[in-house]
């Protein structure tokens, strides 16, 4: 079965320190992958994705992830946080049986402290 | 540019009493969804349309119904609310592309079912 595992509910960081929000996925063949962010009381906003080619993929507001095969991985990372970036990150992949579906991760919520 | 656009953003409904959210958009997206979303837990897809072909979820309850007249837009009717619908209701849209590419999200609609 495809899935998409966030293992952090939250995770704190302070502000100008680098940040890393982890995600993992379990799909068979090459994985589509996707962050989304999302503030309260707001639709999910793409940030960036992986389809094919470079490892590393640079998104919108400075967040870059890098795409793992080995170990299934592909994890969200920042070099420096900002407060605003406090907000609720999803990972999602493409439902490879069903066309332009995602199946998303549980998200995590990342606090930017000052 | 609003390019996803969900009407109204709050929506207060009775118990039992029937309730229409709408979206519209203006990417001229062949895609559009419905998902929705309970205290920030990852948003769960209800239907999805390719242009005109519906495709219903298979835990979608019968009380979720929806209509697609053009291709702006989309409305997601719910025959009768129950307390558990209350939810943020979100509308997303994508190009065809065999999920390549990224969704649109709408800012949402919270409906409250009293």
């Known amino acids: 079965a495809q899935s998409v595992a966030q293992p952090e509910d939250q995770v704190n960081v302070a502000e100008g320190n680098p940040l890393t929000v982890k995600c993992t996925y379990s799909v068979s063949g090459n994985p589509y992958l996707f962050w989304y962010v999302q503030y309260p009381n707001r639709g999910l906003q793409f940030l960036l994705k992986y389809i094919t080619g470079d490892n590393l993929v640079k998104g919108s507001y400075g967040f870059e992830a890098e795409f793992n095969k080995s170990q299934t991985s592909f994890h969200l990372k920042k070099p420096s946080a900002l407060v605003s970036d406090s907000a609720l990150y999803f990972c999602?992949?493409?439902?490879?049986?069903?066309?332009?579906?995602?199946?998303f991760g549980t998200g995590t919520r990342l606090q930017v402290f000052p | 540019d609003a390019m996803v656009i969900q009407n109204p953003r709050y929506q207060v409904t009775q118990f039992g009493k029937p309730v229409t959210l709408s979206c519209s958009q203006t990417l001229n997206h062949n895609v559009m969804y419905w998902y929705q979303q309970k205290s920030s837990q990852a948003p769960k897809l209800l239907f999805h349309y390719y242009d005109k072909d519906f495709n219903n979820e298979a835990d979608t309850p019968d009380n979720f119904q929806s209509r697609r007249p053009n291709t702006s837009f989309c409305f997601l009717d719910i025959r009768s609310p129950g307390l558990g619908d209350a939810a943020m209701y979100l509308c997303?849209?994508?190009?065809?592309?065999?999920?390549?590419?990224?969704?649109?999200f709408g800012p949402g609609t919270r409906l409250t079912v009293t």
């Open positions: 999602a992949v493409r439902d490879r049986g069903r066309g332009d579906k995602l199946i």
């Open positions: 997303a849209t994508s190009r065809e592309q065999g999920g390549r590419n990224e969704q649109y």
